[in-house]
């Protein structure tokens, strides 16, 4: 996928997609020094991340005043999310290189974002409108990590792979959630789970 292609699968504006460009590069020129994405995927950076993180957005309530994503490595999906226009987005890794890596991309993007160099658990709760994640965890240990730092009413937006289904099955003795499950843009086995009213049971 070239950057023109995303802009019209996305409908981004054409500063938000120089701003995406000046991060793709980036990564690209620091995957020499660290990993930061598998390297059998950079050649595909635009479809099998950016895009992938990008179909998130127009799931985002427009009443949202705060965005967490947690385990955020190279900034997928939450540092996307910020430079497409998230609000008050709040990047969680516990790598500090990543976190050194993502300073730099927000800086260089002029995205604001605010940085956590932290393991999960030691974060305290964020009062977020919407929770993120994306390849870090099974579906329960991501909703025991998510929901302190739910609000009321918030809801949690996870990407995965083709397990999804047997997540949810593992999942439901422990908790009770609102479901709406979305066919993935960029992997066809894949989905983008919805929660809402998320409640241990």
Not at 7 to 23: A, D, F, M, N, P
Not at 66 to 77: I, M, W
Not at 96 to 120: D, M, Q
Not at 180 to 190: F, Q
């Amino acid at each position: 996928m070239t950057p023109a292609e995303f802009q019209t699968k996305s409908g981004v504006s054409r500063e938000t997609l120089r701003r995406l460009g000046l991060y793709a590069d980036l990564l690209v020129k620091w995957q020499a020094k660290i990993n930061l994405v598998g390297p059998d995927t950079l050649p595909d950076l635009w479809s099998r991340h950016i895009l992938d993180s990008a179909q998130l957005f127009p799931l985002i309530p427009a009443t949202a005043k705060r965005l967490v994503d947690l385990g955020s490595g190279a900034g997928f999906p939450g540092l996307v999310l910020a430079v497409m226009g998230a609000p008050d987005v709040h990047l969680v890794e516990s790598d500090s290189r990543k976190c050194a890596f993502l300073r730099e991309a927000a800086r260089v993007t002029g995205t604001p974002v605010t940085i956590f160099n932290k393991r999960i658990e030691q974060v305290a709760g964020l009062d977020a409108d919407v929770v993120t994640a994306r390849a870090l965890a099974p579906l329960g240990k991501l909703l025991d990590w998510a929901f302190p730092h739910l609000a009321a009413g918030g809801q949690c937006l996870f990407l995965k792979g083709r397990g999804a289904e047997d997540e949810l099955t593992a999942t439901a003795k422990e908790w009770n959630i609102g479901l709406r499950r979305i066919p993935s843009l960029t992997d066809p086995a894949g989905l983008v789970l919805q929660l809402h009213e998320v409640r241990r049971g």
